[in-house]
């Protein structure tokens, strides 16, 4: 009876240590599934020129102001978001999708495919240009490091944001975007520093709301 018994245990004890390591691959699978990939077209180009770079946005004066509140940062020409970025000294604004000045020429872009920052487990996706030229808004973004934290303001409200992955692709008018698609992104992306062949991504998730 005893050996009997001794022999239930091992097999229950079997059992358990199967089941345990079936659950955990599961869960490893389900982890790798939501980290999906979305493949975006993007025409970059290297803007290089004896243009100082300015990074300060046109006719935006940030109200000085304690720390932790947050004031919207006055908006006269009609921005549908303002990115800032204080690592790096970037405060620009960006257009809706469609309008005639959202273009990579001309401003900090909001890229078509992206979502808007109020909507559940969205990409946003900014693209500008790095190098020299005034619409070089991009052009510091090789400091940023995992960790860092970048801010949105969209309709009276401030998205703060922090990077979690940094990944160079060639440039041959696509990127892959890799992230995980149950959470808030902003993805930003522009050439990459030193290497005409090479163009960097930034992906970073949502933090908090105010």
Do not use: W
């Not at 018994?5 to 939501?34: C, H, M, P, Q």
């Not at 060639?170 to 975007?177: A, C, H, N």
Request: net charge positive.
């Amino acid at each position: 009876m005893s050996k009997l018994s001794n022999r239930t245990i091992v097999i229950i004890a079997f059992i358990a240590i199967i089941g345990g390591l079936l659950l955990i691959s599961a869960d490893y699978l389900k982890g790798k599934k939501e980290k999906a990939y979305q493949k975006v077209s993007i025409s970059l180009y290297s803007e290089i020129d004896n243009q100082k770079q300015d990074n300060t946005p046109q006719n935006i004066e940030a109200p000085e102001t304690p720390q932790e509140e947050y004031v919207p940062t006055p908006n006269p020409n009609g921005y549908l978001g303002i990115l800032t970025i204080d690592k790096i000294n970037l405060q620009q604004g960006f257009y809706d999708k469609n309008y005639k000045d959202n273009n990579v020429s001309k401003n900090l872009t909001f890229l078509s495919p992206s979502n808007y920052p109020d909507e559940k487990n969205g990409n946003v996706i900014l693209v500008a240009h790095s190098g020299t030229t005034h619409i070089a808004y991009f052009k510091n973004l090789y400091k940023l490091s995992k960790g860092d934290i970048a801010k949105i303001e969209y309709k009276g409200h401030l998205y703060t944001y922090k990077i979690d992955n940094i990944y160079n692709e060639t440039k041959d008018g696509s990127v892959t975007i890799y992230r995980d698609t149950n959470r808030q992104t902003l993805t930003m992306i522009t050439c990459t520093k030193n290497d005409n062949t090479k163009q960097t991504i930034y992906i970073a998730y949502l933090q908090s709301i105010k």
